[in-house]
């Protein structure tokens, strides 16, 4: 019988109290601003972050996970009996964290040779950030409390990962512009005159949909952009940072259309607040193929 068990990072963005409901196992970034330096998570949460950010000239930086603590949770998992890890990662495009976990499995398995016929760890790519992979990991666990396989949760992750898209709007442009990780965001110009990007992330990727002139003009842009792309009646997620307000505008927007309410709100944690600012609104969704 398998024994299975989700591993993931803390840009999944999914809370210390759902961590510990959920019983998943979450190896955490650490965060550094100037000479201190903390967990995601699981030292402060995303709103203390939020906090330190605005007081903090420069932007947060981010060490990635190393192959030698994903070798570490291996081990220590393997000696607990499970018979199959899925660890569930950040964009591989943005992080060389998903890299590593594929060569610490190498390592893993030259060092636990006795382990190939009985012990599996399978490394998937979420492609992007936040609830992406934090929204499917809930969903995951319920499918294997009802006794699904490794391999019916492994084929329900790359379903998922192939047909989500995210599209957010970021309040500045600041942090993207500093950290460099959100092309789309880095090179769009027109700050100055009050303009802000919809950005797409799409297969690791990122692109500026449209430039939108004036706050007021933000919820219309994106559910014209959400009626073009977006499969009706699937579950969505909102995300957002340190505040909420345009994220339950543009929720009650949806409900109105297409009389459905997001599965949750997902606010950013430090990880993904350093590259795209702790102001921003986004939605996660099925997208139209």
């Known amino acids: 019988m398998q024994k299975i068990l989700i591993l993931t990072d803390s ?13 998943i196992r979450v190896i955490p970034f650490t965060i550094t601003f100037g000479d201190k330096s ?41 000696q607990q009996g499970y018979t199959d ?24 398995f030259e060092a636990h040779p006795e382990a190939k016929d009985k012990f599996r760890i399978y490394n998937l790519d979420s492609t992007c950030y936040t609830g992406v992979y934090g929204y499917p990991i809930t969903e995951a666990v319920k499918k294997i409390k009802k006794g699904a396989s490794a391999e019916e949760i492994v084929a329900y992750f790359e379903e998922w ?58 919820i219309p842009k994106m559910m014209a952009c959400l009626e073009k792309n977006m499969v009706p009646q699937t579950p969505y997620m909102m995300v957002c940072g340190k505040d909420d307000t345009l994220a339950k505008e543009l929720e009650k927007e949806i409900i109105k259309k297409y009389g459905r309410k997001a599965e949750s709100y997902f606010n950013i944690g430090a990880a993904v607040a350093a590259n795209i600012g702790p102001d921003v609104m986004g939605i996660i969704c099925r997208r139209k193929k």
């Not at 840009?11 to 019983?23: F, Q, R, S, V």
């Not at 903390?38 to 990635?64: L, W």
């Open 161 to 218: 990962f192939s047909s989500v898209v995210v599209f957010a709007v970021p309040m500045t442009l600041k942090y993207a512009k500093k950290s460099g990780r959100i092309s789309a965001a880095a090179a769009f110009a027109g700050e100055m005159l009050g303009l802000k990007p919809l950005i797409q992330f799409l297969d690791g990727g990122t692109a500026t949909l449209e430039k939108i002139r004036g706050e007021k003009n933000i």
């Open 85 to 108: 890890i899925i660890y569930v990662g950040i964009n591989s495009k943005g992080s060389a964290t998903y890299n590593n976990s594929i060569m610490a499995k190498e390592s893993f």
């Open 38 to 78: 903390f967990k995601e998570t699981f030292d402060k949460s995303a709103f203390e972050v939020y906090e330190m950010m605005e007081n903090f000239n420069d932007i947060p930086k981010t060490a990635q996970i190393t192959a030698f603590e994903f070798e570490e949770n291996y081990n220590e998992i393997y």
């Open 11 to 23: 840009a999944c963005d999914l809370t210390k109290e759902a961590i510990e409901e959920l019983g």
